[in-house]
């Protein structure tokens, strides 16, 4: 399973951006998605994850309303949309999966997820 991160970079405080993590290397549609950042001397920490099917998506408080989790399935992507940005946004942004098809027990626990893609820099300024 590969996972590629991509659309990080520098934004101004309120400015927006789309990440996508492109997977490849089994059935995408049968798998949760998430994706977690981590900020300079602070632990990696959940954003956002979706289901297997799209149904369920789950934000981590900090982001909630302001970050939009989606997948298309079609393309074997997964997006994050992020509106609002603000200096403490500022982070690598992984994305990440499981390893067990279908519902996972907990989508903000990072134990939860065995792939792990390779990060992408987000920095935004004040």
């Known amino acids: 399973v590969q996972l590629q991160a991509s659309g990080g970079g520098l934004v101004q405080a309120g400015g927006s951006l789309r990440l996508s993590c492109a997977a490849s290397?089994?059935?995408?549609?049968?798998?949760?998605m998430g994706w977690f950042r981590q900020a300079p001397g602070k632990e990696r920490e959940f954003v956002a994850a979706?289901?297997?099917?799209?149904?369920?998506?789950f934000y981590a408080d900090s982001v909630k309303g302001r970050f939009t989790i989606s997948r298309d399935n079609a393309k074997n992507t997964v997006y994050l949309q992020m509106n609002s940005l603000k200096p403490e946004d500022t982070a690598v942004y992984y994305c990440?999966?499981?390893?067990?098809?279908?519902?996972?027990?907990?989508?903000?626990?990072?134990?939860?997820?065995?792939?792990w893609g390779q990060g992408t820099q987000v920095t935004v300024s004040s």
């Open positions: 990440a999966t499981p390893g067990v098809k279908y519902a996972i027990y907990n989508y903000k626990r990072q134990g939860s997820y065995d792939y």
């Open positions: 979706i289901s297997w099917s799209g149904g369920g998506t």
């Open positions: 290397g089994r059935t995408f549609s049968s798998y949760a």
